[in-house]
């Protein structure tokens, strides 16, 4: 088995010499066989092998022996062994989800803590079987072709190097090494959807096909592939479509519909929301009609004007005194003026957002509009006018951040060279 582990991790580019590798170790056969693998090879790629468990209080005396059993394996095969204690039910009760999420989240935090502080990769023994299982709780649930993907072999500085092995070799693995491991007693129960779908689902589809693991593998590689592939085309096309205040509706349209949709999706995460089929079909529906889809409290996606942008909840409104120096943040914006002393005299500047009743004065057309009108025809989205950055004298506006100086401004900028710019 060694040798066609090390293949997919060649293939996969999971391991170079010199690195530094900690082994997620639970104890059971998956993660003391990964264990072996990597001290098998330490020589060979020069690695620096060490090991992590996270007692996660769930099963009492029996997770105090898997931690004894992690500590003395370690310590008969000379491999460093991180420890940490994590109450993962009172945590689930605490943020409102399953042992199950909670122990995945508590675990990945250890991990990604030690990763960093050591500078290592973390390699986790996820088998052919966990993303035979994966593949299937995701559809069952609903999923996209990115979701269809399954477990990846590697995803930042997590690497899973036994992924195409199933967990009957892993088994024999250990048998022909002689190796001991502990079986943890809650894979033995019915009460977690994914053993759910081990004890029952998966006999019933190897009766269909014995090599299942092998071909759903191969099914959520061909997925992983064409997704990875539309992502590119999706961050192509927004980079093609967008615009100072979004993109353009019309280029969007245009794309193949599984770009489009990639798109989308694309932009539900950025507003941090986790895209799903309703999101997807709402947007295009959207950007065919026009409209909006709130995917949260703080995001909408709004398509008119043959522009699809994304709306925010809206700013304050602020008001910042001109004085000398003048260095201040609006709206998270860091700027800096600066002018000379007759620009002080009887001074009523102020910096402030739009309000209702201003108007602009377009130096070269010689006309004045009010303010949204002007900003409109820019292209400047609704929510978004209430706040830019004016320097106004009363009600007149001299100068905003989207339109530049005002006709009545001209004097500032030609007799007292005022500067505005955006800081560093």
């Given at each position: 088995m060694i040798a066609e582990v090390l293949r997919d991790?060649?293939?996969?580019?999971?391991?170079?010499?010199?690195?530094?590798?900690?082994?997620?170790?639970?104890?059971?056969?998956?993660?003391?066989a990964l264990l072996h693998f990597l001290i098998s090879i330490k020589e060979k790629y020069q690695l620096k092998v060490s090991a992590a468990h996270l007692n996660h209080g769930i099963r009492g005396a029996e997770?105090?022996?898997?931690?004894?059993?992690?500590?003395?394996?370690?310590?008969?095969?000379?491999?460093?062994?991180?420890?940490?204690?994590?109450?993962?039910?009172?945590?689930?009760?605490?943020?409102?989800?399953?042992?199950?999420?909670?122990?995945?989240?508590?675990?990945?935090?250890?991990?990604?803590?030690?990763?960093?502080?050591?500078?290592?990769?973390?390699?986790?023994?996820?088998?052919?079987?966990?993303?035979?299982?994966?593949?299937?709780?995701?559809?069952?649930?609903?999923?996209?072709?990115?979701?269809?993907?399954?477990?990846p072999p590697k995803r930042g500085n997590v690497i899973r190097p036994l992924l195409s092995r199933t967990r009957a070799e892993i088994e024999a693995y250990c048998e022909a090494n002689h190796l001991r491991y502990v079986t943890d007693s809650t894979n033995l129960s019915d009460e977690y959807t994914r053993n759910r779908i081990r004890h029952h689902v998966i006999p019933a589809l190897r009766e269909v096909n014995p090599a299942l693991e092998a071909a759903l593998t191969r099914f959520t590689r061909d997925a992983a592939e064409v997704s990875n592939f539309l992502e590119r085309q999706a961050e192509r096309l927004l980079s093609e479509a967008r615009t100072t205040y979004g993109y353009r509706a019309g280029i969007l349209r245009e794309a193949d519909i599984?770009?489009?949709?990639?798109?989308?999706?694309?932009?539900?995460?950025?507003?941090?929301?986790?895209?799903?089929?309703?999101?997807?079909?709402?947007?295009?529906?959207?950007?065919?009609?026009?409209?909006?889809?709130?995917?949260?409290?703080?995001?909408?996606?709004v398509c008119d004007g043959g522009l699809l942008r994304v709306s925010t909840s809206a700013a304050e409104q602020a008001e910042i005194p001109f004085d000398k120096p003048l260095s201040f943040v609006f709206q998270g914006v860091g700027y800096r003026?600066?002018?000379?002393?007759?620009?002080?005299?009887?001074?009523?500047?102020?910096?402030?957002?739009?309000?209702?009743?201003?108007?602009?004065?377009?130096?070269?057309?010689?006309?004045?509009?009010?303010?949204?009108?002007?900003?409109?025809?820019?292209?400047?989205?609704?929510?978004?006018?209430?706040?830019?950055?004016?320097?106004?004298?009363?009600?007149?506006?001299?100068?905003?951040?989207?339109?530049?100086?005002?006709?009545?401004?001209?004097?500032?900028?030609?007799?007292?060279?005022?500067v505005i710019e955006k800081q560093q």
């Amino acid at each position: 088995m060694i040798a066609e582990v090390l293949r997919d991790c060649e293939r996969c580019g999971l391991l170079s010499r010199g690195d530094s590798v900690i082994a997620a170790l639970s104890g059971g056969a998956d993660s003391v066989a990964l264990l072996h693998f990597l001290i098998s090879i330490k020589e060979k790629y020069q690695l620096k092998v060490s090991a992590a468990h996270l007692n996660h209080g769930i099963r009492g005396a029996e997770a105090a022996g898997d931690e004894l059993f992690c500590k003395l394996l370690c310590r008969a095969w000379q491999v460093e062994l991180f420890v940490r204690h994590a109450d993962v039910p009172a945590l689930a009760r605490q943020r409102g989800i399953s042992e199950e999420l909670c122990g995945r989240e508590e675990r990945y935090a250890f991990f990604e803590e030690l990763a960093r502080e050591k500078r290592a990769k973390i390699a986790t023994a996820h088998t052919a079987s966990d993303n035979a299982e994966t593949l299937l709780f995701h559809l069952a649930r609903g999923t996209s072709l990115r979701g269809a993907a399954a477990i990846p072999p590697k995803r930042g500085n997590v690497i899973r190097p036994l992924l195409s092995r199933t967990r009957a070799e892993i088994e024999a693995y250990c048998e022909a090494n002689h190796l001991r491991y502990v079986t943890d007693s809650t894979n033995l129960s019915d009460e977690y959807t994914r053993n759910r779908i081990r004890h029952h689902v998966i006999p019933a589809l190897r009766e269909v096909n014995p090599a299942l693991e092998a071909a759903l593998t191969r099914f959520t590689r061909d997925a992983a592939e064409v997704s990875n592939f539309l992502e590119r085309q999706a961050e192509r096309l927004l980079s093609e479509a967008r615009t100072t205040y979004g993109y353009r509706a019309g280029i969007l349209r245009e794309a193949d519909i599984a770009v489009r949709k990639a798109a989308l999706s694309r932009l539900c995460r950025e507003c941090g929301e986790a895209p799903e089929h309703r999101h997807v079909d709402l947007l295009l529906a959207v950007l065919r009609d026009g409209g909006a889809v709130e995917l949260n409290k703080t995001h909408t996606l709004v398509c008119d004007g043959g522009l699809l942008r994304v709306s925010t909840s809206a700013a304050e409104q602020a008001e910042i005194p001109f004085d000398k120096p003048l260095s201040f943040v609006f709206q998270g914006v860091g700027y800096r003026a600066d002018a000379d002393d007759s620009l002080f005299e009887n001074n009523t500047l102020l910096f402030r957002s739009t309000r209702a009743g201003d108007h602009f004065s377009f130096q070269k057309r010689k006309i004045t509009k009010p303010m949204g009108k002007a900003l409109r025809e820019i292209g400047v989205p609704a929510e978004k006018r209430g706040s830019l950055l004016c320097l106004c004298e009363g009600s007149t506006v001299l100068w905003c951040e989207a339109l530049g100086w005002s006709e009545q401004g001209r004097k500032y900028t030609i007799f007292h060279h005022l500067v505005i710019e955006k800081q560093q």
